[in-house]
């Protein structure tokens, strides 16, 4: 069972590139492994470091005035491959939210999936929001995933953002999905039982006729 994830307040890393794509997310040399565990260092790796390994000062994961459990991208994230390792990255890393304008379907599932919440706001207030950032990289965000909000606290604009319920009970009470359905066991097998009382009902009336 993960952690529940009700509200987050935390700053942010901003990455104001279009069109990220699973490829730069994780390049795929990296994929050869079978667990989850270890992609976090190898995130935004080509773009992280040059050739021969050396950390790319300006790049917001290594710009030490950066930090939080909320990244920032620009619009279209995750498009390209299918591949769950882009979100097992992200997790990886530490990143609890990814903020965009766009996401691609198949990326926002594999995060969901992997408890890294995608959160899907208008161009304008992410326009802000990076402006926000830049301008003070101190600047917090707020999730509610209860009220599904979220709030750019240094300049008080809030929006609401969808979510498949399914998923949002899962994330709020930390349930994966063998999680959500062992605690919905007894559920399960009260509707079994009736299921199958209906089913008997026709052979029962006509033994009895």
Known sequence: MKRK??????????????????????PARFLKATTREGFGKNLFCD????????????????????AGEILVGGKNFGCGSSREHAAWALQDYGFKVVVSSYFADIFKNNALNNFV????????????????????????????????????NSTGKAEHFDI????????LNGFDDIDYLLNN?????????????DRNLPNQYFNQL
């Open 5 to 26: 994830f009700i509200t987050l307040n935390s700053t942010c890393v901003p990455i104001s590139i279009e069109n990220i794509d699973t490829d730069q997310i994780i």
């Open 47 to 66: 773009w992280r470091y040059d050739k021969q390994g050396n950390a790319i000062a300006d790049f917001p994961l290594n710009d030490p005035k950066y």
């Open 117 to 152: 919440l995608p959160v899907l706001v208008s161009d304008e207030f992410l326009k802000e929001l990076f402006d926000s950032i830049h301008d003070n990289p101190k600047t917090v965000v707020t999730i509610d995933l209860k009220q599904q909000t979220i709030t750019n």
């Open 164 to 171: 498949n319920k399914y998923k949002k009970e899962c994330l």
């Open 185 to 197: 066991k007894s559920a399960i097998e009260a509707w079994e039982i009736r299921s199958i009382a």
